[in-house]
């Protein structure tokens, strides 16, 4: 039985991912959790070493 589920994850922002190219890594790293349903960036934020960090909220589509 395939069930939705409502999660708020992290990812590093890889540096080698260009902004064009963001909205189909995102899919994928999702796409580890289940099928994303609905998804948005919620937060950016560049910590002191420069290194890149997204907040994200999404709903999936679990299939056991």
Same mark, same amino acid.
Do not use: C, N, Y
């Given at each position: 039985?395939?069930?939705? #589920? #409502? =999660?708020?994850?992290?990812?590093? @922002?890889?540096? /080698? =991912?260009? %902004? #064009? *190219?963001?909205?189909? @890594?995102?899919?994928? *790293?999702?796409?580890? /959790?289940?099928?994303?349903? #609905? @998804?948005?960036?919620?937060?950016?934020?560049?910590? %002191?070493?420069?290194?890149?960090?997204?907040?994200?909220?999404? =709903?999936?589509?679990? =299939? %056991?």
């Amino acid at each position: 039985m395939s069930g939705l #589920r #409502r =999660v708020a994850l992290e990812r590093l @922002w890889p540096a /080698e =991912v260009a %902004p #064009r *190219q963001l909205h189909g @890594w995102l899919k994928q *790293q999702l796409q580890l /959790e289940g099928e994303p349903l #609905r @998804w948005a960036i919620t937060a950016v934020q560049t910590l %002191p070493d420069g290194t890149r960090r997204l907040q994200l909220e999404a =709903v999936l589509l679990v =299939v %056991p």
